[in-house]
């Protein structure tokens, strides 16, 4: 029963314009968010995350966007380049010490020259 | 330069034997976990640790084991026991408290021959 779910597997998008990766939770107990990108044979790095208390975070040209009352998260990145395709994660955890990460499936993003 | 270092890269095993995954970060980090991704999956949590000389299972923990004697390092034994050992595992750290985002080393990927 998966907890973070992540639907779509792919995603392309052209460069220059807006991806949008979405994300979706059934445990309305997670309190904070992190979106990470892979690439292949690779460590996920950290981009960007948002606690409960906020609907929005911003870093440069990723923006996370929270909606509790639907439990659904976005990552927007824009304008896409080359560089963006990888794989990414969405990852939730309770916000209290001793707690772990609960990892979406991914999802894959192409950006076409 | 601080960060968590994995290794080997690449490791073999023959069936039936028991294998020994290394971890170690030196960003003084109190919580280590350790993940398992299999090709088109997501990160699944196999073992975490808070603090020294405490380890909880994660979701699929079966087939392996842990120990933390150290803050800095977490080793995964993979055992015989595992039926599906061949996957790409990766570690992480994080400060365990409020906000925290994990640090992933560049993981291990692991061959059963």
Same mark, same amino acid.
């Given at each position: 029963?998966?907890?973070?779910?992540?639907?779509?597997?792919?995603?392309?998008?052209?460069?220059?314009?807006?991806?949008?990766?979405?994300?979706?939770?059934?445990?309305?107990?997670?309190?904070?968010?992190?979106?990470?990108?892979?690439?292949?044979?690779?460590?996920?790095?950290?981009?960007?995350?948002?606690?409960?208390?906020?609907?929005?975070?911003?870093?440069?040209?990723?923006?996370?966007?929270?909606?509790?009352?639907?439990?659904?998260?976005?990552?927007?990145?824009?304008?896409?380049?080359?560089?963006?395709?990888?794989?990414?994660?969405?990852?939730?955890?309770?916000?209290?010490?001793?707690?772990?990460?609960?990892?979406?499936?991914?999802?894959?993003?192409?950006?076409?020259? | 330069?601080?960060? #968590?270092?994995?290794?080997?890269?690449?490791?073999?095993?023959? $069936? +039936?034997?028991? *294998?020994?995954?290394?971890?170690?970060?030196?960003?003084?980090?109190?919580?280590?976990?350790?993940?398992?991704?299999?090709?088109?999956?997501?990160?699944?949590?196999?073992?975490?640790?808070? #603090?020294?000389?405490?380890?909880?299972?994660?979701?699929?923990? $079966? +087939?392996?084991? *842990?120990?933390?004697?150290?803050?800095?390092?977490?080793?995964?034994?993979?055992?015989?026991?595992?039926?599906?050992?061949?996957?790409?595992?990766?570690?992480?750290?994080?400060?365990?408290?409020?906000?925290?985002?994990?640090?992933?080393?560049?993981?291990?990927?692991?061959?059963? *021959?």
């Amino acid at each position: 029963d998966q907890q973070v779910k992540q639907n779509s597997p792919s995603l392309s998008v052209q460069e220059g314009r807006i991806s949008i990766l979405n994300c979706d939770y059934t445990n309305s107990m997670f309190d904070y968010f992190l979106w990470y990108k892979k690439y292949p044979a690779e460590g996920p790095t950290f981009l960007i995350s948002i606690s409960s208390i906020k609907d929005k975070n911003e870093d440069g040209r990723f923006t996370v966007f929270l909606n509790k009352s639907a439990k659904h998260l976005s990552l927007h990145i824009v304008p896409s380049q080359p560089g963006d395709s990888a794989v990414y994660f969405c990852a939730a955890r309770f916000d209290n010490y001793g707690q772990n990460f609960v990892f979406g499936p991914g999802t894959r993003l192409s950006v076409l020259p | 330069d601080g960060g #968590i270092t994995q290794s080997p890269k690449y490791l073999f095993r023959k $069936e +039936g034997q028991n *294998v020994t995954l290394s971890c170690e970060q030196n960003l003084n980090h109190d919580a280590m976990y350790w993940y398992r991704q299999d090709p088109g999956q997501g990160l699944r949590l196999i073992y975490y640790s808070q #603090i020294v000389n405490d380890f909880q299972k994660g979701d699929i923990a $079966e +087939g392996y084991s *842990v120990s933390r004697e150290k803050k800095e390092s977490f080793p995964l034994t993979v055992t015989s026991a595992q039926k599906n050992p061949t996957a790409f595992y990766l570690c992480a750290s994080s400060i365990g408290g409020f906000g925290a985002e994990a640090f992933f080393g560049q993981g291990t990927r692991l061959t059963v *021959v």
